[in-house]
């Protein structure tokens, strides 16, 4: 595949209703809105307790920030790096230039296989593009096995946030999804969570021992190796990689890390900034198939590079999917993710899903944001998504047909933009004041008759000039 700069925009699931049409529905629902408070609220409180204890964390943001920014001035040149290194270790390297062909790729693996069945790991990518409806159209069902995109899947709905799927439902409507669309469940299954969990547990593992075909994101991948990491708390992630005989992994082309040792730097970053641990209770990491597997990685693009020629915005692209910034994040906490209407939500979806679609096609987003700057406080690797918001309304509100507001405020703001034409229109003004107070107006003789108020103006004379005798 070649790339290029500027490549065309991304498909799949990164565009819904309009901002304010969606987030109206979305306050109209207390439920939801006391299930995201409680569960933002706890989360913050965590990561709040964690990041405290770290005495470098500035220095840590910096250094993930920095790295980031490497890989995004030198993406070409990983690349290549990273399928050399993938190549040399026995798995085949696909290139996607958007959805479609993501999707493509990765149906024709699967259907070449022969199974009608697929296991998946948690995988914003695959969501992205829209791999599950993909594949139900060859007629080849997958089945997530991370508990919240299970919850989600069962009950026929749309994820909500980025690192907790699920985040809108409390435990009883789990039970309710659990006991309308798990097979087997017990009918009286109650919202305990231990019951939940040992009922995902049971339908899972007979998945795990008798499905070939796993599919999987990363959260990293490192170019200088050709391995690829996922960071989980369930363990379901390992067994998905381990077991199977054939594993896709399809990869967003900004996921790398240029070496093994900058792992180290986002591995204290993300768990803190995401689930508020120290560490992830499960972080596997595969360079290769294992033994009598077959391995295939799929690089998508989807938008990426595109985003990647804007100078304003391409800081986005650093992000590690943490979710710090939704869980601090006003707006989010009162209307959740699916009023968003893309993949991913909140503050960080309001700037990346218009890079990736182009700002015509998700207009409204840039606006769903008070510009407090949580988000800049919180993120990680430090990406200031307050002043982006800017850049984006800026690129929304340019692209917009002139108005006579519109026009009138560009004339300001280029009079504005300069002291010296500035201080021209200030003294203008002050001659026009003067003018309307001493030179007789059309339709009277002197200044001595002018109607009272004696300093009148040139507007008041416009408006009043019908009601002249």
Same mark, same amino acid.
């Given at each position: 595949?070649?790339?290029?700069?500027?490549?065309?925009?991304?498909?799949?699931?990164?565009?819904?209703?309009?901002?304010?049409?969606?987030?109206?529905?979305?306050?109209?629902?207390?439920?939801?809105?006391?299930?995201?408070?409680?569960?933002?609220?706890?989360?913050?409180?965590?990561?709040?307790?964690?990041?405290?204890?770290?005495?470098?964390?500035?220095?840590?943001? %910096?250094?993930? /920030? #920095?790295?980031?920014?490497? $890989?995004? =001035?030198? +993406?070409?040149?990983?690349?290549?790096?990273? *399928?050399?290194?993938?190549?040399?270790?026995?798995?085949?390297?696909?290139? %996607?230039?958007? /959805? #479609?062909?993501?999707?493509? $790729?990765? =149906?024709? +693996?699967?259907?070449?296989?022969?199974?009608? *069945?697929?296991?998946?790991?948690?995988?914003?990518?695959?969501?992205?593009?829209?791999?599950?409806? #993909?594949?139900?159209?060859?007629?080849?069902?997958?089945?997530?096995?991370?508990?919240?995109?299970?919850?989600?899947?069962?009950?026929?709905?749309?994820?909500?946030?980025?690192?907790?799927?699920?985040?809108?439902?409390?435990?009883?409507?789990?039970?309710?999804?659990?006991?309308?669309?798990?097979?087997?469940?017990?009918?009286?299954?109650?919202?305990?969570?231990?019951?939940?969990?040992?009922?995902?547990?049971?339908?899972?593992?007979?998945?795990?021992?008798?499905?070939?075909?796993?599919?999987?994101?990363?959260?990293?991948?490192?170019?200088?190796?050709?391995?690829?990491?996922?960071?989980?708390?369930?363990?379901?992630?390992?067994?998905?990689?381990?077991?199977?005989?054939?594993?896709?992994?399809?990869?967003?082309?900004?996921?790398?890390?240029?070496?093994?040792?900058?792992?180290?730097?986002?591995?204290?970053?993300?768990?803190?900034?995401?689930?508020?641990?120290?560490?992830?209770?499960?972080?596997?990491?595969?360079?290769?198939?294992?033994?009598?597997?077959?391995?295939?990685?799929?690089?998508?693009?989807?938008?990426?590079?595109?985003?990647?020629?804007?100078?304003?915005?391409?800081?986005?692209?650093?992000?590690?999917?943490?979710?710090?910034?939704?869980?601090?994040?006003?707006?989010?906490?009162?209307?959740?993710?699916?009023?968003?209407?893309?993949?991913?939500?909140?503050?960080?979806?309001?700037?990346?899903?218009?890079?990736?679609?182009?700002?015509?096609?998700?207009?409204?987003?840039?606006?769903?944001?008070?510009?407090?700057?949580?988000?800049?406080?919180?993120?990680?690797?430090?990406?200031?998504?307050?002043?982006?918001?800017?850049?984006?309304?800026?690129?929304?509100?340019?692209?917009?047909?002139?108005?006579?507001?519109?026009?009138?405020?560009?004339?300001?703001?280029?009079?504005?933009?300069?002291?010296?034409?500035?201080?021209?229109?200030?003294?203008?003004?002050?001659?026009?004041?003067?003018?309307?107070?001493?030179?007789?107006?059309?339709?009277?003789?002197?200044?001595?008759?002018?109607?009272?108020?004696?300093?009148?103006?040139?507007?008041?004379?416009?408006?009043?000039?019908?009601?002249?005798?």
């Amino acid at each position: 595949m070649t790339t290029f700069l500027g490549m065309p925009a991304g498909g799949g699931n990164l565009t819904g209703a309009p901002f304010p049409q969606a987030a109206r529905e979305a306050l109209g629902n207390a439920q939801l809105r006391r299930n995201l408070a409680k569960a933002t609220g706890t989360i913050r409180a965590k990561r709040a307790n964690v990041v405290g204890e770290l005495p470098d964390w500035e220095g840590l943001r %910096a250094a993930g /920030a #920095a790295i980031k920014d490497e $890989v995004l =001035a030198n +993406l070409d040149e990983h690349l290549v790096r990273f *399928e050399e290194a993938l190549t040399s270790r026995g798995t085949r390297v696909h290139w %996607a230039r958007d /959805a #479609a062909e993501a999707n493509r $790729v990765v =149906a024709d +693996l699967v259907r070449a296989t022969g199974t009608r *069945e697929v296991i998946k790991v948690k995988s914003m990518a695959t969501v992205e593009i829209g791999l599950n409806e #993909a594949l139900a159209e060859i007629g080849v069902r997958a089945v997530e096995t991370d508990l919240a995109e299970l919850i989600v899947q069962l009950g026929h709905d749309r994820s909500s946030h980025i690192l907790v799927p699920a985040i809108h439902r409390n435990r009883t409507e789990i039970r309710d999804v659990f006991r309308r669309g798990m097979p087997g469940v017990d009918p009286d299954l109650s919202d305990d969570p231990r019951a939940l969990a040992e009922a995902a547990r049971e339908h899972l593992r007979r998945k795990f021992l008798t499905v070939d075909v796993a599919i999987s994101g990363a959260n990293f991948a490192v170019a200088e190796t050709g391995s690829l990491v996922v960071v989980e708390s369930e363990g379901n992630g390992r067994m998905c990689l381990t077991l199977p005989r054939t594993l896709i992994s399809v990869v967003g082309i900004e996921k790398l890390l240029p070496r093994w040792q900058d792992l180290e730097v986002f591995l204290q970053l993300l768990p803190r900034s995401s689930t508020g641990e120290r560490m992830n209770p499960y972080t596997s990491v595969w360079t290769g198939p294992t033994e009598g597997q077959t391995s295939h990685v799929v690089l998508v693009d989807n938008g990426r590079t595109a985003a990647l020629a804007d100078p304003g915005g391409r800081a986005a692209l650093r992000c590690i999917r943490c979710s710090a910034c939704l869980n601090s994040c006003p707006v989010y906490e009162r209307t959740g993710g699916h009023a968003y209407g893309s993949t991913y939500p909140g503050p960080i979806g309001a700037v990346l899903s218009p890079q990736l679609t182009g700002v015509d096609r998700n207009p409204t987003l840039p606006f769903a944001s008070s510009l407090c700057g949580v988000c800049y406080d919180v993120c990680p690797v430090a990406i200031d998504i307050p002043s982006m918001l800017v850049h984006l309304r800026a690129r929304v509100t340019g692209a917009k047909p002139a108005t006579p507001e519109s026009t009138a405020m560009r004339a300001l703001a280029w009079a504005m933009s300069d002291a010296r034409r500035w201080r021209r229109l200030l003294r203008l003004g002050r001659f026009g004041r003067l003018a309307s107070r001493h030179v007789p107006l059309p339709g009277w003789s002197s200044a001595r008759d002018l109607p009272e108020p004696p300093r009148q103006t040139f507007r008041d004379w416009w408006e009043a000039r019908d009601e002249r005798p």
